[in-house]
């Protein structure tokens, strides 16, 4: 059975970024990964949360939101709402601890970045293009940081990008749009480093349980995109170590 | 005194607009007045608010929102800190109501269309760019139900657009942008229907009062303003009355 | 047609004021516009928010509340809801931002004067009542301040009233009663100076739109209504410049 | 050691009833015990609260606020602040379940009273004097279910009224205001029907506790209260039975 | 009339003391009153709160909540709801007000200890069980001070303990169950320390006032059933004074 | 280098239910994997979330909280703060997700099943604890529908369990438990069926990222791990399949 997408099991979306798409913020891209459109921004902060003050240590968090016709019916906006949700939660607390893994933030100083993720667009995947069009954003703002002389050299660690994998019709396919998302049996997001590690895995089965060796499949799935996805942030960073 | 932008007193800054700029919306429109940039969408709700139930009619209500680093300083979202703030309240209600006056409620028929403008970008007039660009959501949005044969005449009243003026050392000026609002001894706020007429005025001294005649010739600028503006939006719908 | 109350178009509804109303608050004024009552307060506050610390200058803030029985049908505590309304937000940034033109902020000194202003029964025109009666209570506060020496001279700038005006059966009507206020084809607040310049000028056409003529009569009959209040208000303290 | 006030232990201070104080409210009283005054509204609502549907009987509720300068400090809204403290619960469940002994739920029929007490100033026993007014407006409003046929006869069983007691210096004093209140060892608030017996007792010692002796003398005086109260109560209403 | 449980008039539920039952608070209790089962800890903070600060006493403030199937049907978690109920409030408050008397606050010095008192099951006198579980949990925590050295001299004054009692069928009747609770006219929560005085009473008719007599015979109920109580408090602890 | 508590990297900690823990709950049940103690019940609500209804299905859902002394510092209180956090929001969407896993939702028709999870106890692993021990409260409140004939026959699927795993010194351990998990340098928590396959599986690097070899060996352990709690649970239900 051909994916919805006429997509073979193995191909990403196509992936496009536009940099900086806003002037004011330190790091400003707009990832579209197929449908899905994220406008990603890193702010700079000279102080860090009350928790870390003193240390010498900085920081990296994020927020993440859905402009509410970013999907197919409209949602309501949280702001209405008066709270943000579980999965807005889930999500943000993901893409800041992916985000903290690309950085040495001994190296970074006292300060914070301010992560944000909005979605224009929704077609699946957008956690995952969150957290690859941040690491872009994320860099621009360091690049910023050095170019006017307040860090004298790079905290960089590592490139950091996000996938998602599924099962669908006992197959493991790569980078889920939205009507695969809504059917898949296995919805996996996978966040890896430039030397294939991994910093996030999270699987979840919807329907049925899922075996090791699909376990196996989807990781190995994940890495080849993931190596795409860091080839093309490395393309924009060509003097980047 | 030039303006900081080099602009003459009674030149708008350019408009564009992108249409459709998403995919899901029944209107979707970017507007850009300057670097203030809107995203627009109008959505089609087959239902409205209790309070109108049972009566035929239909009713236009909107929302308004600021991405965090939309401003030159990150702003916390509305949403984290759990309720909406009283400029957001007031600007959505100016919104909604402006927009009312584009469509006969009668003939739209017990449907709700809920606009949503959120800024992107933000350098002065984010709340008459949001006004002027959700009129053209709004239009895309009853245009698809005439398309669709929902609605079997168009209830479209007016073109209404929105523009700022203010006095800047003693002289009217068109279409603040953020250097010269947060500067200028008044601001006022004009909405007007393509017939030249008044929907809303909202005219706040931030220093010193102003007199009659400066209102006077706040008015006329305004009006002039607007004529270009309902002029661009009917440009986008040749076929329109 | 006759208005509903009787009287002719340039009426303005009987005024009463009662001063002090409460013992503790700074000033405090109960004031009747016909049926409509407010209690203005006036409290004395010896520090400023942050955004203006360590400047030298003062701030005048409102808030504005509406007794739960103040309206001929029951209306929710916007405490017991959790939040403040949409109008409730409006309004007091309105009152708030109109009796700043009544101080200079410089002369005043770091100290905040907090408005408080309740609606115990309310009948139309609550907002530009609420005004009215709070310049007196603020003038009031202010004059402690000279008595006890704390000010060595009076900050005063301007007497600040405010009056609604009206376009029903094409005709302007100023001040109007809730029946008016319900069914005039537009409703416009205005605030000014006791030497006639404008502060805010608030009008919004809830069905048809209004003319440059219209708004023009409006004007004048505001002007003439604020004339006759600001003179009231003077009564109340004739030996202030 | 005289009272403050120079009351003696068992003396009232001056109670006026000004009635209606407001035009909308089926029961609308102004009370004043001394310095504390409250103004009492009752609401007539066509229906009961969910865990009452179709039983066939009445409820009785109460909302209870302070406005923000009633007191000598200025206490921010509860509103603004988004939710209703401790006291304010304490103080609404206390007064609804007071003028709930008042009525005979039964013969009210599906209806809800709301009960509104709002306090203009605070001079001690707040909660005290918005039972003792409220029951007053109460029976307004069920006065004026039965002179428009709504209700046939009467449901009122009891005048309820309610009064502080506290030991001061080791003696029972009664009504307490606002300096005695905040000094005394021992506050306690008694409410009372027309036949003499308890409907609520609730009595706390803030320094030391108190004797079993203490616990008789304050419940003799505020027997004493209760029936001048209950006395000045029914002087108002002098054709009920 | 024998009562549900088989109990007569004058009967305590039996009483079971767990100490510790966790490990980490200072002081942690879970205490069985029939089938009502409170866990009750102390926590110490080694400041006050700003109310308080830089006067060199101390503060105990206590939290109460149900879990959710603590109940015959479950009920809603107020953290999801967002909001802490009434009588949530009011228990809370009550149990710190009577935990106050047990202590002398100057003795302890700038420190506040945190009563929590959580539900496990309820079966009628949670609020009751709690303060007589927590004022053994407090006892261990200052136990603590002392052996540590923090304290040199105990500051306890009051062994303080609670019961309610109520009027059923006419008759007086200790320590109600939840049969009871919702069936008895009158239903009354007393709090007295070890020398026969009364910290708190709290008596409310739900449906028949009660008289001047059945007060005193359900007061003289309480004083016994509290007798009992504290000497099964001083029981676990043979050493204090 | 030993592990703190001195187990060996692939030793469970010891395991103790007690079922059931209270009586009100279809299912009760408290765990203990060593200090880790958590209090899980299963509530039957004969009504589905309004997304579901009239489908036929049945869902399970569920709560998680932590007794504020639960842990070495006292936490505040969700409801004292008004809102859920992050981490709870997570875990609350973990658990429900996995003990979806355990039953047929068709087969168990249109009722909701509630679980809630609230820690006595913190030792690290509560919401793997949390899950283990709810799938046999949730299997308790099953044989209850059974027991009564509300369900004629079993919608049982699978035994699931939970457990974390981790790398501690590069080396992959079983069941951290606090003092192991806040060092550790990757966390993973895997839930899995009786069958052997995954449920859901979340690692999380927080210092270091871990790469494949170590992600074969957390989950290998894990597997280890959860088929000894797996035949814990069964040893609870002899006689089910």
């Known amino acids: 059975m051909p994916r919805p997408s006429g997509r073979d099991a193995q191909t990403l979306r196509p992936v496009e970024i536009i940099r900086p798409f806003t002037k004011y913020a330190e790091g400003s891209v707009l990832i579209a990964c197929g449908d899905t459109r994220v406008l990603c921004t890193a702010s700079i902060e000279d102080k860090v949360p009350p928790f870390l003050k003193g240390q010498g240590r900085g ?3 994020a927020e993440y939101g859905m402009l509410p016709r970013s999907t197919q019916e409209r949602m309501p906006r949280e ?3 008066g709270k943000i949700g579980g999965r807005t939660h889930e999500i943000q607390r993901l893409i800041g601890r992916s985000l903290r893994a690309a950085v040495d933030l001994e190296a970074l100083g006292e300060r914070t970045v301010w992560i944000d993720c909005d979605v224009l667009q929704a077609d699946g995947g957008t956690r995952t293009a969150s957290i690859t069009g941040a ?3 994320l860099a621009d703002a360091l690049q910023g940081l050095l170019q ?3 860090l004298t050299h790079n905290p960089w660690r590592h490139w950091v990008a996000a996938v998602s994998v599924g099962i669908r019709e006992d197959e493991a396919i790569l980078d889920l749009d ?3 998302d809504s ?3 296995v919805d996996m997001n996978v966040v890896m480093t430039d030397d294939g590690r991994f910093v996030e895995v999270q699987g979840t089965a919807e329907g049925a349980a899922f075996s ?3 376990m196996a499949d989807m990781l190995l799935l994940a890495r080849r995109g993931i190596d795409r996805l860091i080839a093309r942030q490395k393309s924009e960073f060509p003097h980047w170590p």
């Open 183 to 185: 059917t898949a049996e």
């Open 148 to 150: 006017r002389g307040v």
């Open 59 to 61: 920081w990296v968090t």
């Open 135 to 137: 690491c872009i954003a």
């Open 178 to 180: 939205y009507a695969e």
């Open 212 to 214: 090791a060796a699909q």
């Open 79 to 81: 702001a209405a709402k």
